[in-house]
C-alpha cells in the first residue's frame, strides 16, 4: 500500500472519530485537510500519522494524537483574520492548522532543535503566515501586543496571568493546568473586558512548563 492511500485512509477514519464527538465544523476540517499530518510527524511515524496516540519528537517533546490535537483547535473555536500566539511549537502541525484559518499565527517553542524542524515541516505544506520563534513560554511575550487566541501546550500550576493579559476583550485562551502532581487538564479561559470566565474541559497528557530557553538543544 503506497503512502498517499495510507495517509488517505488514516484521514477518512479519523474524520469517523471527530464527527463520532461532535466535530464537525467545516473551517477547522478543511484546513485540518488542507494540512498534511505527514509533514509533521518523524518519517518512521508515516503510518501513525493520523493515530490517536502521542508520538515522540526530538527534545524529549511529542505531538499529540491527531484526535487530541483537533479537539484542542475545536475548543479554541478559531475565527477567520484572527492573531494567534502559540505556546509550544512542537512539530508545528497545530500552527499549520490554525494558520490555515488565521490572519497570522505567532509560536514559541524553548528547543532550538524543534523551532529549525517546525519551520522546515511549515514550509514543506506552503504555510507562509506563521512565525516560528525561540522563547521562554513561562514569562509571557512582552512587546507582541494582544491576541484573539491563545493556545498552550504545556501545563502551568495555575492560569498563567502574564498570558490572560496578552488576551483581547471576546479572546479565548486554551491552557493545561495541573491539577495534582499527576493530573492535568486542560481549561478555556474567556475574556469579557476585565471578567474572565473559566471552563474545566478535558484531561491532557502535558507536563509541566520549563522555564527559560533550552541552552544545547
Known amino acids: 500500500m503506497n503512502a498517499r492511500l495510507i495517509e488517505q485512509e488514516g484521514f477518512a477514519a479519523m474524520m ?7 466535530i464537525s465544523s467545516k473551517e477547522l476540517l478543511n484546513a485540518v485537510e488542507q ?14 500519522a493520523y493515530s490517536p496516540r502521542l508520538l515522540p519528537l526530538e ?8 484526535d487530541f490535537a483537533v479537539r484542542l483547535l475545536h475548543n479554541l473555536n478559531l475565527k477567520t483574520g484572527q492573531r494567534v500566539l502559540e505556546v509550544g511549537t512542537g ?30 515541516n ?7 503566515n506563521v512565525v516560528v520563534r525561540q522563547a521562554d513560554g513561562s514569562t509571557g511575550l512582552a512587546g507582541e501586543g494582544t491576541f484573539d487566541r491563545i493556545l498552550i ?8 496571568r502574564v498570558f490572560s493579559e496578552h488576551l483581547v476583550s471576546g ?4 491552557v493545561p493546568i495541573m491539577v495534582s502532581p499527576n493530573q492535568c487538564r486542560v481549561v478555556r479561559l474567556s475574556r469579557t473586558g476585565s471578567r474572565f470566565d473559566r471552563e474545566d474541559l478535558f484531561e491532557a497528557p502535558y507536563l509541566p512548563i520549563v522555564p527559560q530557553v533550552a541552552s544545547f538543544l
Open 16 to 22: 469517523l472519530r471527530l464527527r463520532a464527538e461532535g
Open 35 to 48: 494540512t498534511p499530518r505527514s509533514f509533521f510527524v518523524p518519517p518512521h511515524f508515516d503510518s501513525e
Open 59 to 66: 527534545c524529549g517533546s511529542f505531538i499529540e494524537g491527531f
Open 91 to 120: 512539530s508545528g502541525f497545530t500552527a499549520g492548522v490554525m494558520a490555515r484559518i488565521a490572519e497570522r499565527v505567532l509560536t514559541i517553542e524553548r528547543y532550538k532543535t524543534l523551532v529549525t524542524t517546525a519551520q522546515r
Open 122 to 128: 511549515l514550509e514543506k505544506a506552503g504555510i507562509r
Open 153 to 160: 501546550t504545556a501545563a502551568f500550576e495555575s492560569l498563567p
Open 171 to 174: 479572546g479565548t485562551m486554551i
